[in-house]
């Protein structure tokens, strides 16, 4: 091999150790937000799954910088995927799976939810997926008096949490923002 394959192959490796120095690098950034999450995977580790709802709400909030009233639909057009990604990795791990964005994502899709009706944020797919995951009781959309009724147990319907992260003065706006951010950061 001569001198300038071999110069070529060295590069090539450089580059391919670069790239995983990136990955790695990308994945330590995390490591330094595990306080952030240290209290979400706590409550689900404990199958307290209320608390755990309360608190992933919590850190949307915080990461937003925005409390409830003032957390907009926009502000979910560019929330951080890693966020989103980590909050469902816990609600998936925790729950055996029966939880998490991706989850209710699925579920969405799986009636025929697109990113289609969401941009027209068709009430119909909005409602059909409500019943499906068990936000709606008696037609009617859970709210802050019927909360506490949800079966915040491995018993309750897949998909049903998280589920305060959407209750907004937006209402089902928020869902299609939230939805759409979470295709785009491709949460499966």
Not at 37 to 44: A, R
């Amino acid at each position: 091999m001569d001198a300038q394959n071999q110069l070529l192959e060295i590069s090539e490796q450089l580059r391919s150790i670069s790239a995983r120095l990136g990955y790695i690098e990308d994945k330590l950034m995390l490591v330094t937000d595990i306080d952030r999450y240290n209290q979400l995977q706590e409550f689900l580790k404990e199958g307290n799954f209320q608390e755990a709802d309360t608190e992933t709400s919590n850190i949307i909030l915080t990461v937003a910088n925005k409390d409830r009233e003032t957390f907009t639909p926009n502000d979910m057009i560019d929330f951080p995927c890693n966020v989103l990604t980590v909050i469902d990795r816990l609600w998936k791990t925790y729950s055996k799976d029966k939880f998490g964005f991706s989850q209710q994502l699925a579920i969405y899709q799986s009636i025929g939810g697109t990113i289609e009706t969401l941009m027209a944020q068709d009430v119909n797919v909005l409602r059909e997926f409500g019943e499906q995951v068990g936000w709606r009781n008696d037609g009617e959309w859970i709210n802050d008096t019927n909360y506490d009724q949800l079966d915040f147990s491995l018993n309750a319907p897949v998909g049903l949490f998280p589920a305060i992260w959407w209750k907004s003065p937006y209402g089902l706006k928020m869902v299609c923002f939230c939805f759409t951010r979470l295709l785009k950061c491709n949460l499966q």
